[in-house]
């Protein structure tokens, strides 16, 4: 763990947490990046986790990642986020999510949790059992339930203002789009596409799914890696994060990247090599702030009608971010964060 003291330093974190209960085994981390703005909000990931470093590379960085989608999409909160170490397949379990609820309730209210990538609105109920600061909940325990279709539309919205950006039109009929991983937010974001006369290639890990997807939305199948040679217009990253890489970047034919992942890039370096190849990105935690602006209903930040417009806005805030970076010659993920830090001053 020898990059934790700079990376919290130079990033500013305020309060990182390991918890561990005896009874259920239970391992997980929490990380408040900034609650400048607000408590800290971010969603709980179940993964299998290769290591600790690993772990904790990955919470803080969605943590920070967080802070600037909160404060980007002008919402009185800040940035956290959690993972719980497993297989959410084999070994979740209702005490294991209680426990994590405990571990929740302990933190005073200074990080609000949600679901993430291997947990859901059910898995709240339980979380919910435990602690006040949770927001996502199914919607038959009086939560707003999943975020991910919000997201979905967020992405949509975000995807229509790259294509004015890159080719003078919104226009969805007949462009051409590879979306990498048919979860939750992705299967939603092929759906909204197909409907609006997209032509679609279409890859997940999980083999059954993509096959029974791809005759739905009459979409070409492709392998996880595969896809990202497809020769299309928008290349959707809706699976895990860190897959824009120098080395993927190479392969990548579309003009546009703009999809639902967190973390898309594998480093820094990634943001300056994609506006050298004159490749419009859509910055992730701009385009994928949907499910966000959706959870702030628990919280009474917004009414339904208030997440719409807000939602419906991803577009004009990345036109606005696409213009800048024009402007500077400046990666629009600089300029995205440099809007957030603005807000956060
Ligand atoms: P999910 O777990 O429901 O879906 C991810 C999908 O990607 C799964 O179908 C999985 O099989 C597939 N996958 C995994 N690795 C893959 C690979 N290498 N290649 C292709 N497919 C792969 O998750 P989700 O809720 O749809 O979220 C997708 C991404 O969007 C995540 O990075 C998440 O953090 C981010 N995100 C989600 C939301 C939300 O509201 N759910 C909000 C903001 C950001």
């Known amino acids: 763990m020898t990059f934790l003291v700079p990376e919290l330093t130079q990033n500013g974190f305020e309060h990182i947490s390991f918890f561990y209960d005896r009874k259920t085994a239970i391992k997980a981390i929490v990380s408040i990046h900034n609650t400048s703005l607000g408590p800290s909000l971010g969603g709980c990931r179940f993964y299998p986790y290769a290591s600790t470093d690993a772990a904790l590379k990955d919470v803080m960085r969605l943590s920070e990642a967080m802070t600037y989608k909160a404060a980007v999409a002008d919402l009185p909160l800040g940035g956290g986020k959690a993972v719980i170490f497993g297989n959410p397949k084999s070994d979740k379990s209702p005490e ?7 571990f929740v309730e302990r933190l005073g209210g ?10 859901t609105s059910e898995d ?12 996502g909940v199914s919607s038959k325990h009086g939560g707003s339930d999943d975020p991910s279709p919000n997201t979905a539309i967020g992405v949509f919205e975000g995807i229509k203002a790259c294509l004015e950006t890159q080719f003078g039109s919104p226009e969805i009929k007949g462009r051409h789009f590879a979306i990498q991983g048919i979860g939750n937010v992705g299967y939603r974001l092929a759906k909204l596409l197909r409907q609006a006369g997209a032509k679609l290639s279409l890859a997940d890990v999980q083999e059954e799914k993509l096959k029974v997807a791809c005759k739905e939305l009459d979409a070409d199948q492709y392998t996880t890696e595969s896809i990202f040679s497809v020769a299309c217009d928008v290349f959707s990253p809706c699976a895990m994060g860190g897959v824009i890489s120098q ?11 703009a999809g639902a992942a967190n973390n898309q890039l594998a480093d820094a370096s990634v943001a300056k090599a994609i506006l050298e190849k004159n490749i419009l990105y859509a910055p992730d935690f701009v385009i994928n702030a949907g499910g966000l602006i959706h959870v702030a209903l628990d919280l009474k930040i917004l ?6 417009e807000k939602t419906r806005k991803i577009g004009q805030t990345l036109k606005t971010i696409f ?12 300029i995205a964060i440099e809007f957030a830090k603005e807000k956060l001053h």
């Open 96 to 102: 294991k999510l209680k426990a994590f609820g405990s």
């Open 110 to 119: 200074a990080y609000i949790t949600t679901v993430d990538s291997g947990t």
């Open 124 to 135: 709240m109920i339980h979380v919910q059992s435990q602690t006040s600061h949770v927001v």
């Open 247 to 257: 080395e993927s970047l190479g392969r990548i034919k579309a003009p546009i990247i």
């Open 303 to 308: 009414n339904m009608e208030q997440i719409e």
């Open 323 to 334: 213009e800048r970076s024009k402007a500077t010659t400046t990666p629009t993920h600089q």
